[in-house]
């Protein structure tokens, strides 16, 4: 006997089928957290955490938000220091630059990685020569494995 699916229904015309967040196409029909994942830079734990603190509800789908909450969810994912978001939950602590906690969102994460290589290169860190010299970074065997780029073969004897 087949089980009987469950098929969402949307009879408002309030519904978005894509949302458009940080530059990010969001999936309509997904529920809240797991629909802000598909952000860069918000996980499944920070994005519950801040639906929460923007008091929505988890279980609504993300085609179902009004203007006013979306603005709500941006404004905690911008500032989550002011909503009592502890420092151990961002993923930018203690900045090299300015030594600040913050979240990272979207192009940010792209950005700040690309200053920190460079960063590490200028410095001459053992890391940032492993990423100039475009080896393996963190500590892998390289001796039979991670060739590409590199011409490798051994002569034929005669």
Not at 101 to 118: A, H, P, Y
Request: net charge positive.
């Amino acid at each position: 006997k087949a089980k009987p699916t469950m098929s969402i229904v949307f009879a408002d015309e309030s519904f978005t089928h894509i949302l458009r967040l940080y530059n990010t196409n969001i999936d309509g029909k997904v529920k809240i957290p797991f629909a802000l994942t598909s952000i860069k830079g918000i996980g499944r734990r920070f994005s519950i955490l801040a639906c929460k603190m923007a008091d929505i509800d988890l279980n609504k789908r993300a085609g179902e938000l009004t203007e006013e909450e979306q603005q709500r969810i941006l404004t905690v994912i911008q500032n989550p220091r002011q909503f009592k978001i502890p420092d151990w939950f961002l993923n930018r602590q203690k900045d090299h630059k300015d030594g600040k906690f913050r979240q990272i969102v979207s192009n940010q994460v792209d950005q700040n990685l690309r200053e920190d290589i460079e960063r590490m290169k200028k410095i001459r860190l053992h890391k940032g020569l492993r990423h100039y010299w475009g080896l393996k970074v963190r500590g892998q065997h390289t001796k039979s494995c991670g060739r590409r780029g590199h011409t490798v073969g051994v002569a034929k004897k005669k």
